[in-house]
């Protein structure tokens, strides 16, 4: 198996560690002393510094200050702790503001925000971009040799989107060069439909209002944003061009395609934030940060990735402000690790005094000690990635992928029907199907429609309504070369703008590989119910079923009780090749979901990490050499017994030999290395 070298600069151990803002207490000295003894005992060694001190660097235009900062980077050097500096563009000064208004975005109404908040500058804005380069070449410059930078932290958490006319412009430049001639973008978003038609380039607005329209302004959000971080990245390469550069992503956030933001990345890094107090089902969080962590790892072909902020106890901007319970921290960061990621870092070290975040969990309190119970999880963190720095580089064995796609989540929310959004349901659908295999234990990838299928021998295409161009070849060449494929409902329906495949459904030349005919899709109200029979059972279906027929493909369900749809195929399957295509014609739940996938993915020679009946424990692979990690994760609130793979093992955290079973608390989790 491949093995990868450290994410950031001179880092062989797994990096521990946070947001420290210590320009917040520049007038308590004491404070910012204490913080570094706290540092070493908790185990931390990588901070991410100034991601909102732009006016404590720069306090009035072209006045700058590092002293601070300076002392700040020695003293880390001074205990080898790595930094990761951020660029501050992610909250503009005041007098900026004031100066250039321009540099405030232009809200969806066509109103000029006033100064506030962060995260809301238009990217377009020569004079902020003009400030930005300024600032990150001061940055860049001034630390290009200073041994503690590791890495450069770009803004914080891009997202929004500013309606100005600049940014408008950009817009029809962007469009320009996407379709060439408006008769292209005509077509393309089939502009004959309600008199839309457009006979200038200036008539177009990112109001328009028809599929095409709100689909590609939602794609140049996309395009904005990495453009605007090539410019950050830039201004700091031709300082520091062996730097790594990432900017810090929020999951499945739905604002931007972060396969495209990740393209910018030298790599990934993602803001964790389960739900703790909002969902009850710690199987279902869990299972969730897994996707997650699986597509940032796939994100640079299996690289691992960081965990750039999580909460070492309650989230203030979430509902409850619930504590996470014994072994759940540690549950959650190990999770990030043995999903791939070399580090996981905290929003924050140290809780601010004053304003909007001085409620939100941190390593250190209020009362500035470590008698805490966080800080004891913090620490007992630290001390077992103390023990665990083999791991860092390994790699993740995966057969098998989920696709996951933004463009194809961004078609579901602009297409008007099949339903409503709250039975479409594609963010939760994905999941499911993701859960599905996940509780199966079998190692997954999460993974674009773009992305080389290659390499698997199962795919998974939940909700894949929209090909774009060349996808449907791809899912043939997979399943011709012996791969097995699942797709299910509302797939193949469009192409990439929207507009629907004439011919028959799946269409691009998928229904020869489905073997299959998709009449009509149909939904299911609450007010009907209906079933499947799968080997002799009846299995409910809810939310769509489609009026499916043979192609060439042998039905191995079928619908039961509506005589609209009685009788027709509910699952398929078509021999194509050397491998199979399935599809799914209605969605059922999960508990079905996850005995059907778990047997194609068996019949595909996929292995599980462990013996498939451990209920309640979820297990992941790291491999590096002849070296395994084997992480195990128990998700209920009881202890449970793990049934471990042959052979013998170590556990890591405290070095005992283990073999057959092992003991896990409520929550608990453990590494084992074979
Ligand atoms: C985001 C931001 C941080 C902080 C945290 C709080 O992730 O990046 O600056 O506001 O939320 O959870
Ligand atoms: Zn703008």
Redesign the pocket.
């Known amino acids: 198996m491949e093995t990868y070298g450290p994410i950031i600069r001179n880092a062989t151990e797994i990096l521990h560690g946070g ?1 420290y803002n210590p320009d917040q207490w520049l007038e308590t000295p004491e404070i910012i002393d204490r913080d570094f003894e706290l540092m070493e005992k908790s185990g931390c060694n990588t901070f991410s510094v100034g ?1 909102f001190s732009w006016t404590m660097l720069e306090p009035a235009p072209g006045k700058y200050q590092f002293d601070w900062l300076d002392r700040i980077m020695d003293r880390m050097a001074e205990h080898n702790f790595h930094v990761i500096l951020a660029t501050p563009s992610g909250a503009k000064p005041a007098w900026l503001a004031t100066a250039y208004p321009e540099v405030c975005r232009v809200d969806e109404h066509g109103l000029r925000q006033p100064y506030a908040d962060r995260h809301n500058h238009c990217w377009s804005s020569p004079v902020y971009r003009e400030k930005v380069r300024e600032i990150n070449s001061k940055l860049a410059e001034r630390y290009a040799h200073h041994p503690a930078l590791s890495a450069w932290h770009i803004s ?2 891009y997202n929004g989107k500013c309606f100005c006319e600049l940014c408008q412009e950009r817009f029809r430049v962007w469009l320009r060069e996407r379709y060439g001639t408006l008769e292209n973008l005509n077509r393309a978003w089939w502009n004959t439909f309600w008199s839309h038609l457009h006979t200038d380039w200036a008539e177009i607005t990112p109001w328009g209002g028809s599929e095409g329209n709100s689909l590609d302004w939602k794609r140049f959000a996309t395009f904005q944003c990495c453009d605007f971080m090539k410019f950050e990245a830039d201004a700091l390469r031709v300082y520091t061009p062996e730097i790594p550069v990432t900017t ?1 992503m ?1 999951g499945f956030f739905d604002g931007l395609d972060y396969w495209r933001v990740a393209e910018v990345c030298d790599f990934i890094s993602d ?1 964790v ?1 389960p739900g703790w107090g909002i969902d009850p089902d710690v199987r279902r969080i869990l299972s969730e940060c897994a996707m997650r962590h699986d597509m940032h790892r796939a994100m640079k072909n299996g690289k691992p990735f960081l965990i750039m ?1 999580s ?1 070492p106890s309650a ?3 979430q509902p409850g402000h619930r504590l996470k319970r014994p072994n759940q921290h540690k549950l959650e960061e190990l999770c990030a690790v043995g999903h791939g990621a070399d580090g996981t870092l905290y ?1 924050q070290w140290r809780k601010s005094r004053g304003n909007l ?1 001085k409620f ?1 969990g941190a390593v250190v309190d209020h009362v500035g000690t470590e008698e805490t119970r966080v800080f004891r999880d913090v620490a007992e963190l630290g001390a077992l990635y103390r023990k665990c720095n083999d791991i860092c580089g390994s790699a993740t064995p995966v057969q098998a992928a989920v696709v996951w796609d933004w463009e194809c989540f961004w078609a579901h929310q602009f297409d008007q029907g099949p339903g409503k959004e709250d039975q479409k349901k594609y963010c939760e659908t994905v999941q499911t199907f993701y859960r599905a295999l996940w509780t199966r234990n079998f190692p997954l990838d999460v993974i674009e429609s773009l992305s080389d299928f290659s390499k698997y021998r199962l795919l998974i295409c939940p909700m894949l309504i929209m090909l774009k161009p060349g996808v449907a070849e791809r899912l043939k060449a997979f399943v011709a070369a012996g791969g097995t494929l699942v797709m299910s409902y509302l797939s193949g329906y469009e192409d990439e703008n929207t507009n629907c495949f004439l011919g028959g459904w799946p269409g691009d030349g998928l229904m020869e590989l489905f073997g299959i005919w998709n009449e009509e899709p149909g939904g299911i109200p609450a007010f009907d119910r209906q079933w499947l029979r799968y080997e002799g059972r009846e299995i409910e279906v809810v939310d769509y079923a489609e009026r499916i027929h043979l192609r060439g493909a042998e039905a191995l369900a079928e619908f039961t009780s509506d005589p609209l749809y009685e009788g027709m195929p509910a699952i398929t399957v078509n021999r194509f090749g050397a491998g199979k295509a399935y599809y799914l014609a209605g969605r059922t739940g999960e508990e079905f979901l996850s005995e059907f996938l778990g047997k194609l993915a068996l019949e595909a020679g996929l292995e599980p990490v462990i013996p498939a009946e451990n209920p309640g424990i979820s297990a992941s692979v790291r491999r590096k050499g002849e070296e395994e990690f084997l992480f195990l994760f128990n998700y209920t609130a009881e202890e449970r017994q793990v049934r471990l793979p042959a052979g013998n093992f170590t556990v890591l955290a405290n070095g005992s030999c283990c073999s057959g079973t092992l003991t896990l608390p409520p929550f608990g989790s453990e590494i084992l290395k074979k």
């Open positions: 947001d991601i914080n958490e810090n929020m803001d934030y902020e909460a989230t203030n901007w929003f975040e939100h």
